[in-house]
């Protein structure tokens, strides 16, 4: 058995949008620790690690814990038709998983549970030169900024600076934040200069999590793949890591 009511129903609709950039498919574990996914994308590029936390629900109730695999397509949809803070009651039974949008009136709608087996995704232990917290629209607005010169960037970071750096034959453009001087950097702790470059397509995707929290910690290193984590007190955790891009002579 497993019903769980969400009065913040932004919060849950953001949520599968933001996991629906990345799959189209995918496994929740739901246990007492809440709604858990993780999942890669087609290409290997890019992973997900999410987590709903259970004080995210008005009320989370689950007997035991179950895998329940959803088209996040068809689950996007369903909550696209919510509109203001209408309450979101979801539930399972009999293979089907059912979701009830409660405002000036109610709407049911029912998703099949995909029987399909996702790959047992170990998360990647990695080490990281470069630690930077900061305000998600830093992010936001930087890969806004180059994506209008090429379809890559740099991220370079040392200890008082962090530089987000895009080049084409003719253009270039350069975003540099020194944290003496803006409060937009929140901490920054690099052990050594590092650069890396990253597609933009794919940050593209990721910053759609500046919806879900105000904050969030970038970890990297020279030509090494780039974590993204981001957290909202009490309600989720959601972590991105991207391979780095490697130019070809």
């Known amino acids: 058995m497993f019903k769980a009511v969400i009065d913040d129903s932004k919060l849950f609709k953001d949520s599968i949008s933001t996991i629906n950039e990345i799959i189209s498919e995918g496994v929740f574990e739901i246990s007492n620790e809440g709604m858990k996914l993780v999942a890669m994308d087609p290409s290997s590029v890019a992973m997900i690690i999410f987590q709903l936390l259970p004080s995210a629900f008005t009320t989370f109730e689950i007997d035991q814990p179950q895998k329940i695999g959803l088209s996040m397509d068809q689950l996007k949809n369903v909550l696209r038709r919510i509109t203001g803070s209408e309450r979101v009651i979801l539930s399972v039974d009999d293979s089907r998983f059912n979701i009830e949008i409660h405002g000036t009136h109610k709407r049911s709608f029912t998703l099949p549970i995909i029987d399909f087996e996702a790959d047992d995704l170990r998360i990647p232990s990695l080490e990281f030169d470069a630690i930077i917290a900061l305000k998600a629209s830093v992010l936001k607005d930087g890969v806004d900024d180059v994506s209008i010169i090429s379809d890559s960037v740099s991220l370079i970071a040392n200890p008082n600076s962090f530089v987000m750096n895009s080049k084409s034959e003719s253009s270039e453009v350069k975003i540099v934040l020194d944290p003496s001087e803006t409060d937009l950097i929140l901490n920054i702790d690099v052990k050594a200069e ?38 909202s007190k009490d309600k989720l955790k959601v972590s991105f890591i991207l391979a780095p891009r490697v130019e070809t002579e």
Do not use: C, G, Q
């Not at 650069?195 to 990721?206: D, G, I, P, T």
């Not at 970038?218 to 793949?225: A, C, M, R, S, V």
């Open 194 to 231: 590092s650069k890396s470059k990253y597609s933009v397509e794919y940050l593209n995707k990721m910053i759609k999590a500046s919806k879900l929290a105000e904050e969030l910690t970038l970890h990297f290193k020279n030509d090494y793949p780039l974590r993204l984590d981001y957290a």
